[in-house]
């Protein structure tokens, strides 16, 4: 706090990388008592298991937001119950992957699928999540929706495709990576874009076909023998002071 030249932060958000450590609740409660102290407003946590963010509650960690991969093309926060245990404790869900690295764009429609090396880490993970939707030939369906949904609202396939996450239950706001300058003057035009239950619907016909991906939220990643984990890196902090 001395160095952000603070009396407290707003948001205090902790991670936890190793599920076989069911210290997390020993943690969270340490963070709790910060949030008590007055050293921060809120606590949040980040990629924890639907069970994990219960047995936190159980334990009186006052969370008040999750930060989660949510996305068109991943709905485990949905299908695994996440949703409504947030719903029922109100607690606000700040989503991320929303654009899937930038596949969801008019960049990818009717593309050719790609293949490896891809340009970056975040281009290989998403296009596991988008294998795992159902493969590209359903992703591009997804993105000519989007597209038609886009130019009826006079808007971008990416302001359509955060507006619907959005409008979801539960969800506060979405985190996206700009690349460029650019990007951000589209993106500011996401305020106005509405949808409206024919293009709900429309969208929703095409998520229906989804294969997967399966699991709790951030399961699969948690995997590291499987293809998502073996692709994350845990180890970020080993060799620093």
């Given amino acids: 706090l001395a160095r952000l030249g603070v009396d407290r932060v707003d948001m205090l958000q902790f991670a936890w990388w190793d599920a076989n450590r069911s210290d997390y609740i020993a943690a969270a409660k340490a963070y709790a008592g910060m949030v008590k102290r007055g050293k921060a407003r809120y606590l949040g946590g980040i990629n924890f298991l639907t069970t994990e963010i219960k047995a936190m509650l159980d334990a009186g960690v006052p ?21 409504a245990l947030c719903l029922q404790h109100g607690i606000k869900l700040t989503c991320y992957g929303v654009l899937a690295g930038g596949f969801v764009s008019e960049r990818w429609l009717d593309k ?61 706001s979405v985190i996206i990576g700009a690349v460029n300058r650019s990007h951000l003057a589209d993106h500011l035009e996401l305020a106005r874009v509405r949808l409206d239950a024919d293009d709900s619907f429309a969208i929703g016909a095409v998520t229906a076909k989804r294969e997967g991906p399966e699991g709790d939220t951030y399961e699969l990643e948690r995997d590291k023998a499987g293809r998502h984990g073996r692709i994350m890196k845990y180890n970020l902090n080993v060799g620093r002071a």
């Fill in 112 to 172: 050719d699928e790609p293949v490896e090396p891809f340009a970056n880490r975040s281009l290989r993970k998403y296009k596991l999540i988008i294998d795992d939707f159902g493969g590209w030939p359903l992703f591009q369906e997804l993105l000519g929706v989007l597209k038609r949904v886009a130019d009826k609202r006079r808007t971008s396939i990416a302001n359509v495709a955060m507006r619907a996450i959005l409008d979801k239950p539960a969800v506060a």
């Fill in 63 to 83: 969370l008040v937001s999750h930060q989660l991969q949510y996305s068109l093309i991943d709905d485990r926060p949905e299908r695994s119950g996440h949703v």
